[in-house]
C-alpha cells in the first residue's frame, strides 16, 4: 500500500498540541512564543513521520514558490551548462529552486517547457530562446511572471535582457585573423533565426568591409552550434574551390568540429588552417591546438540575470507587464588568443 503523507493535523495529534502550534513551527513564526521543549516535542513528530511541508499550499498562502524557471535551447552545450550552473548556485544562495528545461532547439518543445512552468506558477523564467516569434514568447509576454532573456535580445518580449555584444564579438574574432594576414576568411554561422547568430555575422561582415574586403557569400556556411554541425560545414569550406585559410565559427563547439575536419583532410591547425570560436567554454583550453575564441563572461551573465530576477519579484513580479521594453544590459566580449590561430603562411 502506497505511504500516505503526514500531515499538520497527524503532528498535532500525536505531540498532543493545536494544529495551529504546529503551522507556527513548520513556518518559522516568531511572532508566538512557544516554549521550548513543545518545539523541540513539534519538531520530534516532524522527524519521526517523516514530514515535509507542502510547498505548493505554502506557495499559495505567500505568493511565491520559491522556484525559477530556466529555459535553455541545449544544455549538452557547455556554454548553457554552466549558466545553469552559476544560477543554480546563485539561487540556491536566496533559497530558490531551479527548474531546468531543455528545449533542444524544438520550438514546440520549448512551448510544452512555458506551459509547465507556469502551470507551476514558478516565481520567474530566465529565458534563452531557441529562436524567432513563437507561441511561447507570447504567453510569458501575456502573463504575469518576471522574465529575464539572456543570450538573445528579443524584441517583442517585453522584459530585461541580459545579453552580450555579439556584433562587437563578431568584428574582433573577424578582425584577429584579418590582423594574422588572412584574406580569406570562412564563417560557420548559427541558426538564422536566432539574433546572436545574426548580430556575430554582422559585426563579420564588418570587419571585411573595415578592411576593404567584399563578402563572398561562398565562404559563409549555415551550423547548428554543435560539434558535428561545426565538422561538416568546415569540410564544405575546405573542400571548396576557394578554400579559406581561416576560420570564423560562431561557437566553440563548432569551432572543435572545424578543428577534426582539419584533420580528416590532413591539414594542420593551424599551419594550413587557423580557427577562431566564440563563447570561451573550459574544453577550449583542453584541446590541441589550444582554441583562440572570444570570451562571454558567463558568471557575470548569471549574476545579473539573477540580480534583475530578484528586482522583479521583490517589486512585485510583473515582469512582462510593463508598458513599454526595457532596455538591454550589454555586456562586452574579449578576445583570447591561444595556439589555433597564426599568421598565414607566406
Known amino acids: 500500500m502506497p505511504r500516505t503523507r503526514a500531515t499538520q493535523t497527524d503532528i498535532a495529534r500525536r505531540a498532543g498540541v493545536s494544529q495551529a502550534m504546529v503551522s507556527y513551527v513548520v513556518n518559522g513564526n516568531t511572532r508566538v512564543s512557544i516554549p521550548d521543549e513543545t518545539r523541540r516535542r513539534i519538531e520530534a513528530v516532524m522527524q519521526e513521520l517523516g514530514y515535509v511541508p507542502n510547498a505548493l499550499a505554502r506557495g499559495l498562502r505567500s505568493g511565491q514558490t520559491r522556484t525559477i524557471g530556466l529555459v535553455v535551447p541545449d544544455n549538452t552545450n557547455p556554454f548553457f551548462a554552466e549558466i545553469a550552473r552559476h544560477i543554480e548556485n546563485l539561487g540556491f544562495e536566496k533559497g530558490f529552486s531551479v527548474i531546468l528545461c531543455n528545449s533542444d532547439y524544438d520550438l514546440v518543445k520549448e512551448n510544452a517547457h512555458v506551459d509547465v512552468l507556469l502551470a507551476k506558477q514558478v516565481d520567474g523564467v530566465i529565458f534563452c ?60 554561422t548559427g541558426p538564422r533565426t536566432l539574433s546572436s547568430s545574426t ?11 573595415e578592411a576593404g574586403l567584399k563578402v563572398d557569400t561562398g565562404l559563409i556556411v549555415p551550423g547548428d552550434f554543435r ?114 590561430t597564426a599568421p598565414i603562411a607566406r
Do not use: W
Not at 504567453?139 to 538573445?152: C, E, F, G, Q
Not at 571548396?240 to 572543435?256: C, T, V
Not at 570561451?280 to 558567463?298: F, G, K, M
Open 129 to 188: 530562446a531557441s529562436g524567432g516569434a513563437t507561441e511561447a514568447r507570447d504567453k510569458l509576454r501575456a502573463s504575469k511572471t518576471p522574465v529575464v532573456t539572456i543570450d538573445h535580445d528579443i524584441s517583442n518580449l517585453r522584459n530585461e535582457t541580459v545579453v552580450i555584444d555579439y556584433r562587437l564579438g563578431g568584428y574582433l574574432a573577424t578582425r584577429h585573423l584579418l590582423d594574422q594576414g588572412h584574406r580569406r576568411v570562412g564563417c560557420i
Open 199 to 209: 548580430e556575430r555575422l554582422a559585426g563579420y561582415q564588418d570587419a571585411l568591409a
Open 227 to 340: 560539434i558535428q554541425g561545426g565538422e561538416a560545414a568546415a569540410l564544405r569550406l575546405l573542400n571548396g574551390r576557394r578554400k579559406p585559410s581561416a576560420i570564423f565559427a560562431f561557437n566553440d563547439l563548432m569551432a572543435i568540429g572545424a578543428i577534426q575536419s582539419a584533420r580528416i583532410l590532413e591539414l594542420k591547425v593551424p599551419a594550413d588552417v587557423s580557427v577562431i570560436g566564440f563563447d570561451d567554454i573550459p574544453l577550449a583550453q583542453a584541446i590541441h591546438p589550444a582554441l583562440t575564441t572570444i570570451a562571454q563572461p558567463i558568471s557575470e551573465i548569471a549574476r545579473l540575470a539573477m540580480e534583475v530576477f530578484l528586482k522583479q519579484t521583490q517589486a512585485g513580479g510583473t515582469g512582462t507587464a510593463t508598458p513599454t521594453a526595457v532596455p538591454s544590459l550589454v555586456l562586452k566580449p574579449t578576445l583570447i588568443v591561444r595556439s589555433s
